[in-house]
């Protein structure tokens, strides 16, 4: 009973979300877990899929309508944002040491007519917490992986108005304190990307380098953090250059997480820094094709759930 408590929610119903949450019933964690989703959509799909619920904690959150694998339903919007409530509540309270959350599906959420764009916006949101970071990690051999994002779900168009020098100081700093308490890395080395090609060549592609990142870098290097940078995005990532780095700042989306995701895809991770509460999560989408199939694959949950349980033990 000493091991901490971790609240799962199985995300969207008609996804891949409740398979991967049934498979963690025949895995050895090192974590008491909660699974929140509707018991009858659970005993429906483990009969699909020939698996049993025995060893699952599950705790019943009803949903609105009922599932048919694979079809998208609105209705059910309330339900999967019901789920991410209920977990947060939990860990509110102390109830929970942490979240892992399986996937949901923006574009249903929003279909209901809630504006979503994502479970770190929600959450932060719900916590009052005015700057997150994302981040997603690899395990294994791609264990030196952890790229954190400056910008997040924006339009590519938007992303270069975003990166402020206030922004990207407020996003160092919480990478960089994250990777200290939820981590353990005593001086964590950070690797930080340029927005543009070449990190700018000098201006001639760009002054974003010089005009808002270099600057902040060598402020924080005065206040002692250990970074790199600004470097070109497109050898940043290779090898010679991540050896010795705890962890890789991108400037948008797909510019650090189509590597993270095509190195270690399988088994990825997503944790959100900076809320006052452990959130991870799978790095993969609801998988509508694969739902009630037995081909959805749960070793990116299995990850998630595993470093959970390793930071609530050492928090």
Same mark, same amino acid.
Do not use: W
């Given at each position: 009973?000493?091991?901490?408590?971790?609240?799962?929610?199985?995300?969207?119903?008609?996804?891949?979300?409740? !398979?991967?949450?049934?498979?963690?019933?025949?895995v050895?964690?090192?974590?008491? =877990?909660?699974?929140?989703?509707?018991?009858?959509?659970?005993?429906?799909?483990?009969?699909?899929?020939?698996?049993? =619920?025995?060893?699952l !904690?599950?705790?019943?959150?009803?949903l609105?309508?009922?599932?048919?694998?694979?079809? @998208?339903d609105?209705?059910?919007?309330?339900?999967?944002?019901?789920?991410?409530?209920a977990?947060?509540?939990?860990?509110?309270?102390?109830?929970?040491?942490?979240?892992?959350?399986?996937?949901?599906?923006?574009?249903?959420?929003n279909?209901?007519g809630?504006?979503?764009?994502?479970?770190?916006?929600?959450?932060?949101?719900?916590t009052?917490?005015?700057?997150?970071?994302?981040?997603?990690?690899?395990?294994?051999?791609h264990?030196?992986?952890?790229?954190?994002?400056?910008?997040?779900?924006?339009?590519l168009?938007?992303?270069?108005?975003?990166?402020?020098?206030?922004?990207?100081?407020?996003?160092?700093?919480?990478?960089?304190?994250?990777?200290?308490?939820?981590?353990?890395?005593?001086?964590?080395?950070?690797?930080?990307?340029? =927005?543009?090609?070449h990190?700018?060549?000098?201006?001639?592609?760009?002054?974003?380098?010089?005009?808002?990142?270099?600057?902040? @870098?060598?402020?924080?290097r005065r206040?002692?953090?250990?970074?790199?940078?600004?470097?070109?995005?497109?050898?940043?990532?290779?090898?010679?250059?991540?050896?010795?780095?705890?962890?890789?700042?991108?400037?948008?989306?797909?510019?650090? =997480?189509t590597?993270?995701?095509?190195?270690?895809? !399988?088994?990825?991770?997503?944790?959100?820094?900076?809320?006052?509460?452990?959130?991870t999560?799978?790095d993969?989408?609801t998988? @509508?094709?694969?739902?009630?199939?037995g081909?959805? !694959?749960p070793?990116?949950l299995?990850?998630?759930?595993?470093?959970?349980?390793?930071?609530?033990?050492?928090?």
């Amino acid at each position: 009973m000493s091991l901490p408590r971790i609240a799962v929610t199985s995300g969207e119903p008609a996804g891949i979300g409740p !398979d991967i949450c049934l498979a963690l019933a025949g895995v050895d964690l090192p974590v008491r =877990l909660t699974i929140l989703g509707d018991r009858g959509l659970f005993e429906s799909r483990a009969g699909l899929l020939g698996v049993s =619920l025995a060893n699952l !904690d599950i705790r019943h959150v009803p949903l609105r309508a009922a599932v048919q694998a694979g079809k @998208l339903d609105p209705a059910n919007a309330g339900y999967v944002l019901g789920l991410l409530d209920a977990a947060l509540a939990g860990c509110l309270t102390g109830e929970f040491a942490g979240m892992v959350t399986a996937p949901v599906h923006k574009g249903v959420i929003n279909d209901a007519g809630i504006v979503f764009t994502g479970h770190t916006e929600y959450l932060a949101e719900k916590t009052a917490t005015p700057r997150v970071v994302m981040m997603l990690a690899g395990t294994g051999v791609h264990a030196a992986l952890r790229v954190a994002l400056a910008t997040t779900h924006l339009p590519l168009k938007d992303v270069p108005a975003a990166i402020t020098a206030d922004d990207l100081t407020t996003t160092l700093r919480i990478l960089h304190g994250d990777l200290i308490a939820k981590f353990g890395i005593a001086r964590p080395r950070i690797l930080v990307a340029g =927005l543009n090609p070449h990190a700018g060549e000098g201006g001639h592609m760009g002054r974003e380098e010089i005009e808002v990142i270099a600057p902040v @870098l060598e402020r924080l290097r005065r206040e002692g953090m250990n970074l790199i940078g600004p470097l070109p995005a497109d050898t940043l990532f290779t090898r010679n250059v991540l050896a010795g780095s705890d962890a890789q700042l991108a400037m948008y989306h797909d510019q650090g =997480l189509t590597v993270l995701k095509y190195a270690a895809f !399988d088994e990825g991770i997503n944790i959100t820094l900076g809320l006052p509460i452990l959130r991870t999560s799978v790095d993969h989408g609801t998988a @509508l094709d694969r739902a009630a199939t037995g081909s959805a !694959d749960p070793r990116s949950l299995f990850a998630a759930v595993r470093l959970a349980a390793e930071i609530a033990a050492r928090r």
